[in-house]
């Protein structure tokens, strides 16, 4: 197939996909279009109790003994949008512009993580001008909060060979990644009057770069809920007393939040010394971050209009003490890789209702000991604030692979194809095939796709070349795997 024509295909089942609100969680709707795509252009069919869909395509003639091959995408998306942007992630279509150059979307994440992955299998699946052997594509449901792969029947992964298509750097290629842990602290709230004499202070930080909490933890982005949560400590560490109306940020639990704001009552006659201690705190924040959030917005305002009911000063100060004490940030960097992160963890969204309070902190490693750490650490701070902590949505780390022939296909291919080598990486990020490693140890993975930037933010991108560069290279591998995999 020509290769615009195979991009031209690519864009618009992109497209397509576009239109389907699929956050985590809620991913009938997407469920349901890709099953019956697959039905509309008669092709084997089934899906999970979790709503994930399993495409078979049959060998093409006289390919019927290659080995199976399983191409692999979530059907998921992180939702976010720009501050002051209308946007319901369960009903609203992502509106995706096209400059020529790159994808973007109008105000809100492009989804291109993972829905370009998605749309290149159903390329693949309907491009029957390759020769190939048995063609098996998984499209996920719920990769983005807590990974719901895991749980895949094993015989769905029953192949030799398995592509993921999850890998945002085109000309790189991962072959091993981080595991991790969802950990979430919990507290009843036990709200009360406000004293009398108080005054009513908001605090807001906004405009943060924000990002992947995995790939993107260690380029010095700010934690906007940590920062407000230092500056509450610093109020209290100068003798003002404060009790928290309310205190929110965040929007995924897997990215650096952009943005945070808590409603505080403090003392009529702290108000000075609350400037001050704000005015320090700016200082500070300028002279750590100044030349990286160049666009961050600190924002205090005082008030005498009272809220109805606050935290208590105990459960307010324990809470903005242990959300500044969580590990947040880098732990660890590996001794052995260049620039790799070992292990960090990231306080992902906060939420207070009237009922309970609730943060996440997702702790990623690729070393099981340090993993272990953190979230001793963190079970350890749970204890000392008197918070209740569980940890779940364990994500398991796939380790590399030295004999991989995959990765010497597709690193052939790729020379072939550009000119260029092609860059072998780990990734401080969890990737599905981890779950897949756990589940057939036998199968030889790799993940590649084409250059996206500031995923899980509304200045996410996709680069329309690298797009048909991946549809191209897919080829190239599926082929050589059909004519040439016996004499590898």
């Not at 779940?392 to 022939?405: F, I, K, L, Q, T």
């Not at 082929?479 to 590898?488: F, G, V």
């Amino acid at each position: 197939m020509d290769k615009q024509k195979a991009l031209g295909i690519v864009l618009e089942e992109f497209y397509k996909i576009a239109e389907i609100p699929r956050p985590s969680h809620h991913e009938e709707k997407i469920s349901e279009y890709l099953y019956q795509w697959a039905v509309r252009h008669g092709l084997k069919a089934e899906k999970d109790h979790m709503g994930n869909v399993i495409i078979d395509k049959p060998a093409s003639e006289g390919r019927e003994d290659a080995p199976r091959t399983i191409l692999q995408a979530h059907m998921d998306m992180v939702c976010v949008a720009e501050e002051g942007v209308v946007y319901n992630p369960f009903t609203d279509a992502i509106k995706v512009v096209n400059d020529g150059e790159r994808l973007t979307a109008e105000g809100t994440s492009l989804g291109a993580d993972n829905g370009i992955g998605v749309a290149l299998c159903l390329y693949i699946l309907q491009d029957d001008s390759l020769r190939h052997g048995a063609l098996r594509v998984i499209l996920t449901t719920n990769e983005e909060d807590g990974m719901d792969s895991i749980a895949l029947n094993p015989k769905y992964l029953e192949g030799d060979y398995l592509v993921n298509l999850d890998w945002e750097t085109i000309g790189s290629l991962c072959d091993s990644c981080a595991g991790g842990d969802l950990c979430y602290y919990s507290r009843e709230t036990d709200w009360e009057e406000p004293p009398a004499g108080s005054k009513t202070l908001t605090l807001q930080l906004n405009g943060l770069l924000g990002g992947h909490s995995g790939v993107g933890i260690n380029l010095g982005h700010t934690n906007a809920i940590v920062s407000i949560a230092t500056l509450l400590s610093m109020l209290k560490q100068d003798g003002i007393c404060f009790r928290i109306a309310s205190f929110f940020g965040g929007q995924a639990k897997n990215a650096i939040p952009a943005s945070a704001a808590a409603e505080i009552v403090i003392p009529k006659e702290a108000v000075e010394k609350s400037l001050q201690v704000i005015e320090h705190f700016r200082e500070e924040f300028a002279a750590a971050y100044g030349n990286i959030e160049k666009d961050a917005e600190i924002q205090a305002v005082f008030s005498d209009k009272i809220p109805q009911k606050v935290l208590s000063m105990e459960t307010s100060c324990s809470l903005a003490d242990l959300m500044t004490a969580v590990p947040n940030n880098v732990h660890t960097m590996s001794p052995f890789i260049d620039g790799l992160v070992e292990s960090s963890s990231n306080l992902g969204v906060l939420s207070i209702d009237k009922d309970m309070i609730e943060f996440s902190v997702f702790a990623r490693s690729s070393v099981a000991y340090q993993a272990t750490q953190i979230i001793t650490i963190c079970r350890a701070l749970a204890e000392h604030f008197r918070f209740a902590f569980r940890c779940d949505g364990h994500v398991p780390g796939w380790a590399v692979n030295p004999n991989s022939r995959l990765t010497r296909i597709a690193c052939e291919q790729y020379k072939k194809l550009t000119g260029e080598d092609m860059v072998i990486e780990a990734v401080h990020a969890g990737v599905e095939c981890g779950a897949f490693a756990e589940k057939n140890p036998c199968l030889d993975m790799i993940s590649i796709g084409p250059t996206l930037t500031d995923v899980h933010t509304p200045n996410e991108t996709c680069r329309i070349a690298d797009v048909q560069t991946i549809a191209e290279l897919l080829r190239m591998i599926l082929k050589t795997i059909a004519e040439s995999d016996a004499t590898l």
